[in-house]
Structure formats: structure tokens, C-alpha cells
């Protein structure tokens, strides 16, 4: 980003930005003058992502987004650097199996919820008692489709979104009125995360969506902006789907 807006004066914590949505969502960000903590688990793609956002206005902290330690190491540097944390965009999150939950390793369900779920309760909490609690602030989930119906191959993280939206319910009510609290469900949106879900058959996929295309990072970003802005003071305890359409598809003829 060669040219950077004013600074607004708020600052961001976005979870798993080194790429995909939470790159678009902390782009989006930096673009109207936030500056933001990212944290990722690869440090070299960190620091580049850091570079390209803007090293001025942009730090990372590397970590698993599970580890408590990295949970309270982000919110502490967070604070250190910029003196506040107004607003909390939950992004981490991971989906390791593919395939029917019948035969799915309880372990494996474990990791993905300790990876989807308790650690944006976790990041919440912290958020919460570093700087929201006395001065308010937003926080933003990002849930899926997935957790709003049945998804085939993909049920452990379809349940771990679903506890992520009813999660969301819970901060917004216990949080309020200091801190705002929703979620964004979207559909597939083309990242490496999401590349087996249209690899090879991307016009196939963005066939099926009334608006033609998938989705892609700036998609969710400007709403994740719009969410922890002024225009949304009213907004609290929901669930944004942002999915070009597909839901239209399930209704009957």
C-alpha cells in the first residue's frame, strides 16, 4: 500500500491475517486509517504480509491461535505498541479432515474446536479486561455457511462455526452495551484455505451463486470494516451472511 490514509485512531486485533481473510480484513483496515496487530503461525509470512500492509501502521505476533500464551503475548504487544485495542476480528481457524463425522477422530474434533472456538473466546476475553471492558470497542467473528446448515465432508467445522455464531450471541448479550459483538458467515471465499473446495472447477462452483462468482478477501474485509465502524452502532449479536447469494438456492422450485 503506497499511499496510507489519516490515522483514525483505533486500533485492530485480526487473527490469522498472513493471508486469505484475515489479510483482506486487516487491508481493509489499515485502508481507512486503523492501525493493526495480525498474528499468524508462520513468522516469515508474517513479516512479509507486515511489509506489504505497512510496517508503520502494522505489527505481527506469531503463534498458534489455541496457545494461551500467544493469546496474551498478541494483546500485550497489541497494547505495548498502540496503547489500545478497540477492536477484535477472530479469523483463526483450521479444518484438517475431510469426510463423513461418522469415522471422524475425536482428537482431531478437539483440535478443531480448540483452533475455531475456545481460542476466539479466549482472544475475547483478553481483549475484554486489556481495554474494552472500560473503553468500549467491536468484535467481529468470522463464522461460515457451514455453520448455519448441513455440510457435507465438512461437519467438524461446520459444528465449530456453529458454536462460533451462538458464541458470538453470548458476547454480544454479556458485553454489552460497552462492546458490540457479530459474526460474518461466509461462503466460499478463494483462499488457500478454502482451494479444494473449488481447485480445478472454479467456474463449476461460482456457477451455483446467483452473483456469478466466489467470494474473495476484500469481500469479507470491507464487511468486517463496516462492522466495527459508526454505520454499525446499532448492530449487535448477529450474524452477516455474505455468500453472493448461494442460500437463495434452497428454497422450494
Known sequence: ?????ELSGKVALVTG???????GVAEALVARGDRVCITGRG????KEAVEQLGADRVIGVAGKAHDEKHQAAAVARTMEAFGRVDFLVNNAGTNPVFGPIADLDLNVARKVFETNV?????????TWHAWQKENGGAIVNIA???GLSASPFIGAYGISKAAMINLTVQLAHEYAPRVRVNAIAPAVVKTKFAQALYEGR???AAAAYPLARLGVPSDIGGTAAFLTSEQSDWITGQTLVVDGGIFLNAGVG
Open 1 to 5: 500500500m503506497t499511499e496510507l490514509p
Open 17 to 23: 491475517a498472513s493471508r486469505g481473510i484475515g489479510y
Open 43 to 46: 513468522e516469515d509470512a508474517l
Open 118 to 126: 475456545v481460542s476466539a473466546l479466549g482472544f475475547a476475553q483478553r
Open 144 to 146: 461460515s455457511v457451514a
Open 202 to 204: 472454479e467456474e463449476e
